[in-house]
């Protein structure tokens, strides 16, 4: 059964950071290109940040380059999310995605509340 567990969210006040994690079980995580994507209320999901499978490049939404960056521990089937000098704007569920490119399968958690607030 695959299985992504997002973890990590909470409250944190503008300039704050959080570290997201997601564990994955099921299918061969270091086959998977790691996607975070994040959806606002009433906005579209967009995608935050990208790992290959071996974690040798990295791509970032503009929006959040120089602040959030990706990483992923394939011997622990975890990728993470570090998000330092946070702003109300980036306020969204967080989603990790899983996907496989050549196969074209993807593979969604269920999402990690993140709220920047003072």
């Known amino acids: 059964q695959v299985q992504l567990v997002e973890s990590g969210g909470g409250l944190v006040q503008p300039g704050g950071s959080l570290r997201l994690s997601c564990a994955a079980s099921g299918f061969t995580f270091s086959r998977y290109t790691m996607n975070w994507y994040r959806q606002a209320p009433g906005k579209e999901r967009e995608l935050v940040a990208s790992?290959?499978?071996?974690?040798?490049?990295?791509n970032y939404a503009d929006s959040v380059k120089g602040r959030f960056t990706i990483s992923r521990d394939n011997a622990k089937n975890t990728v993470y999310l570090q998000m330092n000098s946070l702003k109300p704007e980036d306020t969204a569920v967080y989603y990790c995605?899983?996907?496989?490119?050549?196969?074209?399968?993807?593979?969604w958690g269920q999402g990690t509340q993140v709220t920047v607030s003072s």
């Open positions: 790992i290959t499978r071996a974690g040798g490049s990295t």
């Open positions: 995605n899983a996907e496989h490119t050549i196969l074209g399968t993807i593979y």
